[in-house]
């Protein structure tokens, strides 16, 4: 298996929902990631897990919680959102070590209304 | 810093010309240099990496050259075709974290 399985592949929330995002690979890597991209724009990094402990959080605000309940599996808990958090949420996953490239989900396509 | 600068934003070129987008970085501890490729709608695709012990690296149309002293690498297509059409980003990564930081993008346009 070599893919990123995200889901689901489209979300549409309000902005009193909770709701959350779900990512799972079964490739080994024990590096797994969050980005969130805007329309013409690059990804851009919320959150990095290395061996399921939180490394990095790039100042994302406390409404966006990831989770990593074991190797497999990151998830992301989202609550309270805005209308400027619709956006494609991408998971993706690397072996650990700094000169892998990531593995990229297909993506959940969120709405916030 | 960590940031990469990528040029140029749009290309447009007839099927079956050369394209090139270039990248370049700051961070002198970069040492892996990714290259994806995005269609409208659809995840980015890895198409071609290089490592910073590397000068040069090609895969049938692509390849991608890295001049570590000047800080930049650049990515190459020859005989391009209608289905390279697409978003492509650089990214670096390197230093203390696994961390991939991306270029803003160009948008390739293969005219038939």
């Known amino acids: 298996d070599t893919e990123v399985t995200q889901t689901p592949k489209h979300l549409v929330m309000g902005m009193t929902n909770k709701k959350s995002l779900k990512c799972e690979q079964h490739m080994g890597h024990r590096a797994m990631y969050w980005y969130k991209q805007k329309a013409k724009k690059p990804p851009e990094l919320m959150f990095v897990?290395?061996?399921?402990?939180?490394?990095i959080n790039e100042s994302v605000p406390s409404r966006f919680s990831p989770e990593c309940p074991n190797s497999s599996l990151l998830n992301l808990h989202l609550h309270a959102l805005q209308p400027e958090d619709s956006a494609l949420y991408l998971c993706a996953s690397s072996p650990t070590g700094q000169d892998y490239g990531y593995t990229f989900g297909s993506g959940t396509r969120l709405t916030v209304v | 810093g960590e940031n990469v600068e990528q040029h140029p934003s749009t290309l447009s070129v007839q099927e079956g010309d050369s394209a090139v987008i270039k990248c370049t970085y700051s961070?002198?501890?970069?040492?892996?240099f990714p290259w994806y490729k995005q269609e409208l709608g659809k995840r980015p695709q890895l198409i071609i990496d290089i490592r910073s012990n590397v000068g040069e690296k090609k895969d049938q149309r692509i390849a991608v050259t890295l001049n570590k002293t000047a800080k930049h690498f650049s990515l190459h297509i020859t005989e391009t075709q209608p289905e390279d059409s697409a978003v492509y980003f650089c990214a670096r990564s390197g230093g203390s974290n696994y961390k991939l930081t991306f270029g803003k993008g160009t948008l390739l346009t293969v005219n038939p």
């Open positions: 897990y290395s061996y399921e402990k939180l490394s």
């Open positions: 961070d002198s501890a970069s040492n892996y």
